[in-house]
């Protein structure tokens, strides 16, 4: 499974964005999907996932203003990030959990910077 994220910048405080997160290969053996993030000096932390069976899953953090969704067709996941805040500056991570117990991928990261 390959994992290619991207739709990070540079964002006003107040601001939304939306990242993607396209999966390629073997991606029918996928079983959950998720956004994670890691600021500078920070541990990796997750923000949203989304299991194949639709239950979602958030950080109390962004929680009202995250929402994570996906398009079967395309194989992608989308985190849709409103009413943004300096602190969700950060690095985001997609990461697919496949079915094999254990057995999981990242993505490259794309950077988001909320600031004025």
């Known amino acids: 499974v390959q994992l290619q994220a991207s739709g990070g910048g540079l964002v006003q405080p107040g601001g939304s964005l939306r990242l993607s997160c396209a999966a390629s290969g073997s991606a029918f053996s996928i079983r959950r999907m998720g956004w994670y993030r890691q600021a500078p000096g920070n541990q990796r932390e997750l923000v949203a996932t989304?299991?194949?069976?639709?239950?979602?899953n958030y950080a109390d953090s962004v929680k009202g203003r995250f929402t994570i969704s996906r398009d079967n067709a395309k194989n992608t996941v989308y985190l849709q990030m409103n009413s943004l805040k300096p602190e969700d500056t950060a690095v985001y991570y997609c990461?697919?959990?496949?079915?094999?117990?254990?057995?999981?991928?990242w993505g490259q990261g794309t950077l988001v910077t909320v600031s004025s």
């Open positions: 989304l299991s194949s069976g639709g239950s979602t």
């Open positions: 990461k697919a959990d496949l079915l094999v117990p254990g057995k999981y991928y």
